[in-house]
């Protein structure tokens, strides 16, 4: 869970899709979010919104292999 934090998950999930489906830098989307969204971020506070995105799919990523590996479709 998220908890209460100063960025929502839409933030969080525009972020992390600029990042990594974009796979834009950093600096370019703070200009993107002041520009666009009016919204002033600093480049530390955008890396660390990428590390806490991470950091939550961590768990569901770790599922979805044990269940991969799990399988009994799966030749090891």
Known sequence: MLGKQR???NLLSLIAALREEARLPFRI????????HGLRL?????????????QQAQAALTDIVERVRGS???RR
């Open 29 to 36: 989307i703070q200009w993107y979010l002041d520009t666009v």
């Open 42 to 54: 600093s480049v530390g506070a955008i890396v660390a919104a990428t590390h806490r995105v991470a």
């Open 7 to 9: 960025l929502g998950i």
């Open 72 to 74: 009994p479709v799966v």
